[in-house]
T-cell receptor
Framework: SQTIHQWPATLVQPVGSPLSLECTVEGTSNPNLYWYRQAAGRGLQLLFYSVGIGQISSEVPQNLSASRPQDRQFILSSKKLLLSDSGFYLC????????????FGPGTRLTVL | GNSVTQMEGPVTLSEEAFLTINCTYTATGYPSLFWYVQYPGEGLQLLLKATKADDKGSNKGFEATYRKETTSFHLEKGSVQVSDSAVYFCALSERDRDDKIIFGKGTRLHILP
């Protein structure tokens, strides 16, 4: 069966520090991968998605970047965090079939102070 | 473009009450439709799905029927429990469009004992 992992689970970082969040998927190959942010009490904001190694689509211009160095690894990064980067970050995967559902990871709670 | 509209919350009900959370969509083709549930501090979990008109998705006592004529996918449960307290997201995915899933803004449900 397929599983999706995210780490760390929680993170507290000062403004201006770098960020690296990692997401990995097991039990499938060539998944589509997604990064979302969820502000407190709000809906989901799609940040990036990837349909293959090295292929990144950005949805919202911002202080973040994403990379996919391996088939089942998706990394979210920032060089300098802003207060507004605080939130709950969710990684998700789906099969290449565009009618299939997404499966979400457990999330990373980021607090920028 | 495609969109999902769901009723704003929070919705507060007493235990054993009947639940309806409305969801309507706009799509140019024939989307797959989903309901996701998010418990506090966790990622989203797929609750149920339907892939064509008149399909009924069901899981854990929840049901939703794909109504093409009214472009709706309302979530229902006959008797809610305190453990159903969560945020519920309606979503759609179209076969012939891009690789993204469109989510509604979420509806927070509170069940009182």
């Amino acid at each position: 069966s397929q599983t999706i992992h995210q780490w760390p689970a929680t993170l507290v970082q000062p403004v201006g520090s770098p960020l690296s969040l990692e997401c990995t998927v097991e039990g499938t190959s060539n998944p589509n991968l997604y990064w979302y942010r969820q502000a407190a009490g709000r809906g989901l904001q799609l940040l990036f998605y990837s349909v293959g190694i090295g292929q990144i689509s950005s949805e919202v211009p911002q202080n973040l970047s994403a990379s996919r160095p391996q088939d089942r690894q998706f990394i979210l990064s920032s060089k300098k965090l802003l207060l507004s980067d605080s939130g709950f970050y969710l990684c998700a995967w789906r099969r290449g079939d565009k009618r299939s559902e997404q499966f979400f990871g457990p999330g990373t709670r980021l607090t920028v102070l | 473009g495609n969109s999902v509209t769901q009723m704003e919350g929070p919705v507060t009900l007493s235990e054993e009450a009947f639940l309806t959370i409305n969801c309507t969509y706009t799509a140019t083709g024939y989307p797959s439709l989903f309901w996701y549930v998010q418990y506090p501090g966790e990622g989203l979990q797929l609750l149920l799905k339907a892939t064509k008109a008149d399909d009924k998705g069901s899981n854990k006592g929840f049901e939703a029927t794909y109504r093409k004529e009214t472009t709706s996918f309302h979530l229902e449960k006959g008797s809610v429990q305190v453990s159903d307290s969560a945020v519920y997201f309606c979503a759609l995915s179209e076969r012939d469009r891009d690789d993204k899933i469109i989510f509604g803004k979420g509806t927070r449900l509170h069940i009182l004992p």
